[in-house]
């Protein structure tokens, strides 16, 4: 039995600098997909998977984040006042309820692996779930639900994985796996950004991870890596060595919501398939394209 995975780490601190001028003074885990912001959407995947704690690394702009998971009780009192009951239990339904969230500072961006130690005192000595709200991965069950059946069964760490065709891969974090079991795999290797020549499969790590807590030795102990951040890939092949590390090929589809295309393709794709939406929009969008 293994222990269960009760937190989730959201790191928001970066500075999006792909999105400006909109994230200015707006944070980019913010940006709607169609009416919702992508850390939403990353939260009410943990939420599905049975994450209970929601614990956000955030920097300097980032308090709306913090803003957007309280109670807004003006607005919730005005929607009352007004008989908008609708948007009412929609406020209600996607908010965390009271002392489930928590929120820690990375008081400079110097990459992921440190914003992901900066949680290491909300975490403690347990294994959590790390998602990183810009990649925005459609699935039915959700990724993290599906990584945590796969963690159930093995343990370890679980890393979320999906091909890309070979020429892809330098601009990704890529594993090389040995055994597989249904869509799961043993990783026994990590390579960062790796030339195609070199990496070692087309499995790319996809923004989902189930840790257990020594990541943070391996974080608190590594040098700066590739662009002179502290990479979490870095101190994951350091814990390789001492722990289990698997891969899942989940079933779903990602869009890089961190660039320009993956953002507008996410909100075509979400907005398609909104019922009260998607036949409007269809119509609309094909309406488009056959003008130009
Ligand atoms: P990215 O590298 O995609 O985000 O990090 P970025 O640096 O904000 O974006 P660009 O490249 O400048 O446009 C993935 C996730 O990790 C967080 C980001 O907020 C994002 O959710 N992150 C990144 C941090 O929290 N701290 C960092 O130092 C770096």
Not at 154 to 169: L, M, R, S, T
Request: one cysteine or more; charged letters at 25%.
């Amino acid at each position: 039995m293994q222990q269960k995975i009760k937190k989730a780490v959201f790191p928001v601190a970066g500075l999006g600098t792909r999105f400006l001028p909109a994230t200015k003074a707006m944070p980019k885990e913010m940006l709607t997909i169609v009416d919702r912001p992508v850390i939403q959407l990353a939260v009410d995947e943990a939420r599905e998977a049975g994450i209970e704690h929601f614990v956000f690394v955030t920097g300097r702009n980032k308090g709306v984040i913090e803003d957007h998971f309280d109670k807004q009780f003006e607005l919730e009192e005005t929607l009352r006042a007004r008989g908008k009951t609708e948007q009412l239990k929609l406020l209600e339904a996607e908010r965390p309820s009271a002392g489930q969230t928590s929120f820690t500072r990375q008081q400079e961006p110097l990459g992921l692996g440190h914003a992901v130690w900066c949680a290491r005192e909300l975490i403690g000595p347990e294994p959590f779930a790390l998602l990183l709200p810009d990649v925005l991965i459609h699935a039915r069950p959700g990724c993290l639900k599906q990584m945590i059946s796969t963690y159930e069964e093995k343990g370890g760490n679980v890393i979320a994985v999906e091909e890309v065709p070979p020429d892809q891969v330098s601009n990704y974090g890529v594993v090389g796996v040995s055994e597989q079991a249904g869509s799961s795999f043993t990783i026994n290797t990590m390579v960062e950004k790796p030339k195609p020549e070199d990496a070692p499969s087309n499995l790319i790590i996809t923004g989902r991870y189930i840790l257990q807590p020594e990541i943070f030795h391996h974080i608190a102990n590594q040098d700066p890596g590739s662009g002179g951040e502290i990479q979490i890939t870095d101190a994951m092949k350091g814990l390789m060595a001492e722990q289990p590390f698997h891969a899942l090929k989940f079933d779903g589809t990602t869009y890089d919501c961190g660039n320009k295309i993956g953002y507008l393709m996410a909100n075509v794709a979400y907005g398609l398939e909104r019922e009260d939406l998607g036949d409007e929009f269809r119509t609309a969008l094909n309406a488009m394209l056959d003008d130009v």
